[in-house]
Structures are given as C-alpha cells and as structure tokens.
C-alpha cells in the first residue's frame, strides 16, 4: 500500500505544456484530447494563423495543454469523429510537440514537426468547439437530427464515436455548432420539428448536449465521452487504426478495468461449466433420492411490496437522489432502517463517524472510485445473504478519476446490476450531473416528495 505514495514523494511532480499539430487538411473543426493516467485535457485547434497556428497550411495547431510526466495519448476529433493517435515519448521537461498526420485513413504520430506534409495556401479554417450530443429514449427508427440555434446536428446509431452503442435507441452526434446555444428541437420518425427546451455554453472546447425524448427536455451536463481506455507506451504510433467503440467489453482493457454483470468469458477456460455441470447433477440425483421437489412459489402466494424507506420516499426499484437540509444527519438516521431489511455499502466523503448498525450489515467502500464500489457491490450481491442496497454520501463523493467528463454517479448507477437500490444523498446546493430522479427531503422525523 505505501510502495505508489513513496514513489510519488520521490518523482517530482513535474508538468510541461504539450502542443499538438495535425496535418488533416480542410476540414471544419479539430480537437485533441490529451491524456495519460491522471490528466486528461482537452484543446481546440485552428488552421487560420491564430495563434498558436503560424499560417493556412492544412496543418492545424492545437492550444498547449500541461499534462505530467513524459509521455502521453493523444485523441484527434476531427469533424466528430475520434481518431487515436497512440502514446508519445518526449525526453526532459521542455516544450514537447505531438505531430499527428491522417491521410489515406493511415494515422502517423512522431515528436518531430518536420514529418508533417504542409500545403501552404490552404484556405483558412478557425475550427471551434466541439459539439457532443446524445439522445435519450429515441428508439429505432431513422437517425434524427438535432437543430441547435439555427445549425443542424446529425446523429447515427451504429456504435461509432460518439455513439455509446449499436441500435440500442440512444444516437450520437458530434460536430462543429456555430454560436453559444440557442434553442434546440429534434427533428426525428415525424416530419415535425419537436422543441426539446434551449442550451447555452461557455468556453469549453468540448460541448456536452442531452436531449430526452420523453420529457422533452435538454442539459448541457457534460456525460463521459466513449473513447478506447488509455494505451499504454507499448502500443504502436503508426498507423493506430480508427477508435471502434463495437468491441465486447473484456476484464481488463488497458489500464482501465470493466465489471460486467452478464455471463462472459472466464480465464479459468471450460472448468467451471465441468464443475456446474458435475455438481448440478450430483444435486438432481440426491434430490431425487430424498424425494425433494425443486423449490418454487405456489401461484397462490401473492408478494407484498416493502414500504419505503421514509414516507414519500422513492420506491425500491429505481435509484434516487435524495436532496436534504442535513444530508449527514439523513443518512445516518436512515441507515439503521435501512440494514434491517437490506445488506448496506456506504460511501462517505472523508471521516464521518458511523456508529455500529445492526441488521443484515454495513459495508463501507474504502475506495470511492465508481469501478471499485461497483465492483464491490456486485460481490456482495452475488454472495448468500439480504438483498444489498448501496448509499452514498454527498454528489462528489464517487471519483471518475482521468475521464474526460466525469460521470462517477452515473456511470456506478448503469453499473448495478437490477435489484440492487443505490441512494445518492446530497445538500440543498449541491449538483448532481446524473439523470436521476430527485426527491426533496424534509424532517425528523424524514419523509419526503419527488421533484
């Protein structure tokens, strides 16, 4: 446990700018993402001799981004869509210069300027933000088509950046929107033009947009972007292929490790399923030999819903957020009734005393990142024992440590698998950038209202 904190105190926490340069020739808009384990930035790029950019050349320069160490990954966004360019190794602490070439779809990264092909004369092009969206709810159907203030959005449904996946009725889009917002309407299955609420943004060089279609609604909270997992120094530079977001998720993909709650592949080969096989019919057999019948409910036995966890409170089967006055006093109040029925993992923001709680048990993550206490939790579930539901304390208390747009909440609610409850309690000023359900809470004694 102590070997990374010494080797920290040991490594001078060193950070040196990192500009990078893509020959792409004309297009609308260029953004790098610029990564590696513990940073993760994003800059806008020009091809207009704005500084950074010396002059029209089709060689668009990106504004420095400061990122530890000497090495790193970088991501072109070329007109919506994601490009890797791989790892980069620069020596000492200076200014370092990622060269980046995409031609003939045959991507090449180097360190040295004098690889990119120039074309002086090219017309001029000042790029700008970049407009990520997604549409909630859609369904299937033909791709719709966002109008934000005037400017047209495609979206698609095959998988490809910035799509999360294929035909699973949530479509991506990406592009260059001129402007600061406006309002937005989706253009879809009808030949009607459907308003869906207004946006507006700032400066940022990734602009985030959700649209839901069945509350008719949009958000500019930013959602974490599906770029590949980190890569490492060993991955090639050279012609690194187009980023494909269609791959089945695996155990351990780079530096980034992915839970699945679905049956998969196992590293243990065909001896599990030996093994099930084997027992499950040693257990026919003896359950024959007792003259037992496997168990089931007789359909005259009706289930009777479990009352709320306080009055008004949401029901047990969707996740929630839980705004109160005293969030801490909340939580700990409701924790005790909560662990009668429910095996608990809480999640705390640094040292908040618990007291012993009785019932079918606490858990306390001691690791709050969002991947550790799904993981976590999933064990739990899997293993004998109450149904486990999960509370956490305070809207940044889950960490979505190196991604791009944080989305630690809801990424660990998408993580669970169903029958597993998860509570989020937060205070009256804090945000919650998930799409979940608020309920307003009031008390002691608690009860509450959604909002």
């Given at each position: 446990?102590?070997?990374?904190?010494?080797?920290?105190l040991?490594?001078?926490?060193?950070?040196?700018?990192?500009?990078?340069?893509?020959?792409?020739?004309?297009?609308?808009?260029?953004?790098?993402?610029?990564?590696?384990?513990?940073?993760?930035?994003?800059?806008?790029?020009?091809?207009?001799?704005?500084?950074?950019?010396?002059?029209?050349?089709?060689?668009?320069?990106?504004s420095?981004?400061?990122?530890?160490?000497?090495?790193?990954?970088?991501?072109?966004?070329?007109?919506?869509?994601?490009?890797?360019?791989?790892?980069?190794?620069?020596?000492?602490?200076?200014?370092?210069?990622?060269?980046?070439?995409?031609?003939?779809?045959?991507?090449?990264a180097?360190?040295?300027?004098?690889?990119?092909?120039?074309?002086?004369?090219?017309?001029?092009?000042?790029?700008?933000?970049?407009?990520?969206?997604?549409?909630?709810?859609?369904?299937?159907?033909?791709?719709?088509?966002?109008?934000?203030?005037?400017?047209?959005?495609?979206?698609?449904?095959?998988?490809?950046f910035?799509?999360?996946?294929?035909?699973?009725?949530?479509?991506?889009?990406?592009?260059?929107?001129?402007?600061?917002?406006?309002?937005?309407?989706?253009?879809?299955?009808?030949?009607?033009?459907?308003?869906?609420?207004?946006?507006?943004?700032g400066?940022?060089?990734?602009?985030?947009?959700?649209?839901?279609?069945?509350?008719?609604?949009?958000?500019?909270?930013?959602?974490?972007?599906?770029?590949?997992?980190?890569?490492?120094?060993?991955?090639?530079?050279?012609?690194?292929?187009?980023?494909?977001?269609?791959?089945?998720?695996?155990?351990?993909?780079?530096?980034?490790?992915v839970?699945?709650?679905?049956?998969?592949?196992?590293?243990?080969?065909?001896?599990?399923?030996?093994?099930?096989?084997?027992?499950?019919?040693?257990?026919?057999?003896?359950?024959?030999?007792?003259?037992?019948?496997?168990?089931?409910?007789?359909?005259?036995?009706?289930?009777?819903?479990?009352?709320?966890?306080?009055?008004?409170?949401?029901?047990?089967?969707?996740?929630?957020?839980?705004?109160?006055?005293?969030p801490?006093?909340f939580?700990?109040?409701?924790?005790?009734v909560?662990?009668?029925?429910?095996?608990?993992?809480?999640?705390?923001?640094?040292?908040?005393?618990?007291?012993?709680?009785?019932?079918?048990?606490?858990?306390?993550?001691?690791?709050?990142?969002?991947?550790?206490?799904?993981?976590?939790?999933?064990?739990?579930?899997?293993?004998?024992?109450?149904?486990?539901a999960?509370?956490?304390?305070?809207?940044?208390?889950?960490?979505?440590?190196?991604?791009?747009?944080?989305?630690?909440?809801?990424?660990?609610?998408?993580?669970?698998?169903?029958?597993?409850?998860?509570?989020?309690?937060?205070?009256?000023?804090?945000?919650?950038?998930?799409?979940?359900?608020?309920?307003?809470?009031?008390?002691?004694?608690?009860?509450?209202?959604?909002?």
């Open positions: 446990m102590l070997a990374p904190f010494l080797a920290l040991s490594t001078p926490a060193l950070a040196s700018a990192i500009e990078v340069r893509a020959a792409v020739g004309s297009v609308q808009g260029v953004v790098a993402v610029v990564r590696d384990g513990a940073t993760t930035s994003a800059t806008t790029c020009n091809d207009a001799g704005v500084a950074p950019d010396d002059t029209a050349d089709g060689v668009w320069t990106c420095p981004v400061d990122i530890p160490g000497n090495a790193a990954d970088i991501v072109l966004i070329v007109d919506g869509h994601a490009t890797d360019a791989g790892v980069l190794e620069w020596e000492g602490y200076g200014a370092r210069v990622a060269a980046v070439s995409i031609a003939s779809g045959v991507v090449t180097s360190t040295d300027l004098g690889a990119l092909p120039a074309t002086p004369g090219a017309r001029p092009a000042l790029g700008g933000p970049l407009t990520v969206a997604r549409v909630l709810g859609y369904g299937p159907g033909p791709p719709p088509v966002l109008v934000i203030g005037g400017a047209q959005l495609f979206c698609h449904d095959d998988g490809n910035p799509d999360q996946g294929v035909n699973d009725g949530q479509p991506g889009c990406a592009g260059v929107v001129p402007g600061a917002g406006g309002a937005v309407s989706l253009h879809g299955q009808s030949d009607q033009l459907i308003a869906v609420g207004s946006v507006s943004w400066a940022e060089p990734i602009r985030f947009l959700s649209v839901d279609v069945a509350t008719a609604t949009s958000s500019s909270v930013p959602f974490d972007l599906p770029l590949r997992a980190l890569a490492t120094s060993d991955d090639s530079v050279t012609s690194a292929p187009p980023v494909s977001t269609t791959e089945p998720p695996s155990a351990d993909r780079g530096n980034v490790r839970y699945a709650t679905g049956v998969g592949e196992t590293l243990l080969g065909p001896w599990p399923w030996i093994v099930f096989l084997v027992g499950g019919g040693g257990g026919v057999v003896a359950l024959r030999r007792l003259g037992a019948k496997p168990s089931s409910l007789r359909p005259t036995l009706r289930p009777l819903a479990a009352p709320p966890l306080f009055a008004g409170g949401p029901p047990w089967s969707e996740a929630a957020v839980l705004r109160a006055g005293d801490t006093a939580a700990l109040d409701t924790l005790p909560l662990a009668q029925s429910r095996r608990v993992v809480l999640v705390l923001p640094g040292l908040v005393e618990v007291p012993p709680v009785g019932g079918a048990g606490v858990w306390v993550a001691m690791v709050p990142t969002w991947e550790e206490v799904a993981a976590g939790v999933v064990d739990l579930a899997r293993s004998e024992g109450a149904p486990v999960l509370l956490v304390l305070g809207a940044s208390t889950v960490q979505d440590p190196g991604a791009l747009a944080p989305d630690p909440i809801g990424k660990l609610a998408r993580a669970l698998p169903p029958g597993i409850w998860m509570g989020v309690v937060v205070g009256l000023d804090e945000t919650v950038a998930a799409w979940l359900p608020v309920w307003s809470v009031t008390g002691p004694p608690w009860s509450g209202a959604r909002l």
